[in-house]
Nanobody, 125 residues
Framework: QVQLVESGGGSAQAGGSLRLSCAVSGDTQSSRLMGWFRQAPGKEREGVAAIYSRGRDTFYADSVAGRFTTTQDGAKTKVYHQMNGPKPEDTAVYYC??????????????????WGQGTQVTVSP
């Protein structure tokens, strides 16, 4: 089990930037694949990005590819989600989550064992 705490959310103008952070503590074996999800009111929770703690391989949803970048520090205590050029449709609560047995190039919410509390991101036009 790991504990995850997101920070860095807030309001931004379209075309600006935001960087979300996820502090990771606990059993790192439970965070083989670290993911970012978002959920807007009335919509399903959507996986937007993920990074493998081993190898730092990343993948992104088509809707954010080329604009958002996920990284992890060397100590594996922080995961970052850099949001460049956010759009109003990116407005959502963003969550970090840990998948202990992630494989492939997709992250699934039902396979994540631990979740952060979420941080609100609001993008105005």
């Amino acid at each position: 089990q790991v504990q995850l705490v997101e920070s860095g959310g807030g309001s931004a103008q379209a075309g600006g930037s935001l960087r979300l952070s996820c502090a990771v503590s606990g059993d790192t074996q439970s965070s083989r694949l670290m993911g970012w999800f978002r959920q807007a009111p009335g919509k399903e929770r959507e996986g937007v990005a993920a990074i493998y703690s081993r190898g730092r391989d990343t993948f992104y949803a088509d809707s954010v590819a080329g604009r958002f970048t996920t990284t992890q520090d060397g100590a594996k205590t922080k995961v970052y989600h850099q949001m460049n050029g956010p759009k109003p449709e990116d407005t959502a609560v963003y969550y970090c989550a840990a998948d202990p047995a992630g494989t492939g190039r997709h992250i699934y919410s039902q396979e994540c064992s631990d979740w952060g509390q979420g941080t609100q991101v609001t993008v105005s036009p």
